[in-house]
């Protein structure tokens, strides 16, 4: 039988120099930011991306913490083992501050994603805080995770992309970048939004997460956890919140997530992988996009790169 290095090292693939490589091409960007910009901040989702961005941006910048706080915003309906990860890990183990921006008028006002569309959720629960944040802290450049393999709005985007005053995105203008020459400049109260992941894919996170041991959020993992199937997406009750519809009833399934965000709108895949090389073996034999159980990116035609334009991460 195989040792776990053994199996390890086979799912990688030979993929290490190349691994090595996008390691340190972000590590470059991140220090690329620091160095231009006078106040930046690295946008902290929780998610797998943001683990990667993060444990990156501790080895660009160590033996020292990251000279860039992190910044999460907070929809309140995130899955609770996300909180509980950030509050535990992030800001108990590894001693690093997150600010973190609600929308409480969102909050008072009872915006929640199963009474109102996706657009307006996200809108008033998502956008309207990170713009409130980004224009409140004088932030002149937001680092994210966001990959282009992801969804095709985030393929047009630049490394370094620019916002403007009011943080919207024109995907028809935007700067060139030629041989990694990245043009950082900005007036006061322009900023720019930076990809340091743009050119990784999914299974390279994962490969990189083995490589590195990266601490993960345990909802990436298969689990049984109670599930209703909703609008074509297998949904978790993860609090008293979820109002079920008459006759429907929640069932235990063996589900995984790919992509974290609002537990409302993110859908599960059943999975029975538990590891990371598991995961790693299943990306390799999966047709669905990363992103096809995220409902915001469902509700119109081009609905995320509307979003952006308008201030969306």
């Not at 990688?12 to 972000?26: C, D, P, T």
């Not at 992801?150 to 992309?161: C, D, H, T, V």
């Not at 409902?295 to 790169?305: F, H, N, Q, V, Y």
Request: glycine residues 6%; hydrophobic residues 35%; contains cysteine.
């Amino acid at each position: 039988m195989a040792s776990p290095e053994t199996n390890a090292a086979d799912e990688l693939q030979g993929n290490f120099k190349h691994l090595r490589m996008l390691e340190e091409e972000s590590i470059y960007i991140l220090r690329e930011v620091a160095e231009c910009f006078e106040n930046p901040v690295l946008l902290y989702s929780i998610g797998k991306d943001s683990s990667v961005l993060l444990h990156l941006a501790r080895k660009a910048f160590y033996p020292e913490k990251p000279p860039i706080p992190l910044l999460h915003v907070d929809s309140t309906w995130e899955f609770r083992e996300m909180i509980e990860f950030r509050d535990t890990y992030v800001r108990g183990e590894l001693g690093i501050e997150v600010l973190v921006e609600i929308n409480q008028d969102g909050v008072e006002r009872g915006v929640n994603p199963f009474d109102f569309s996706s657009s307006v959720y996200t809108d008033v629960m998502r956008t309207q805080p990170l713009k409130s944040a980004l224009t409140r802290n004088r932030f002149d450049a937001a680092i994210g995770g966001g990959r282009r393999e992801e969804e095709r709005s985030r393929a047009k985007e630049r490394i370094f992309s620019f916002r403007d005053k009011h943080h919207r995105w024109d995907p028809r203008n935007q700067r060139p970048e030629l041989w990694r020459l990245y043009n950082t400049w900005v007036h006061r109260g322009e900023s720019m939004r930076v990809f340091p992941l743009s050119d990784w894919t999914e299974e390279e996170i994962w490969q990189y997460i083995l490589l590195e041991n990266i601490p993960l959020v345990p909802l990436y993992f298969s689990k049984d956890r109670p599930i209703v199937h909703r609008d074509g997406n297998l949904i978790m009750v993860d609090d008293e919140r979820m109002p079920l519809s008459r006759g429907e009833k929640a069932e235990m399934m063996k589900v995984r997530f790919r992509t974290l965000g609002c537990y409302p709108v993110t859908g599960a895949i059943k999975s029975n992988a538990c590891t990371v090389s598991e995961i790693v073996r299943e990306l390799r034999s999966t047709r669905l996009s990363e992103r096809a159980g995220r409902a915001i990116d469902k509700d119109e035609e081009a609905a995320m790169e509307r979003k952006k334009r308008q201030g969306y991460f």
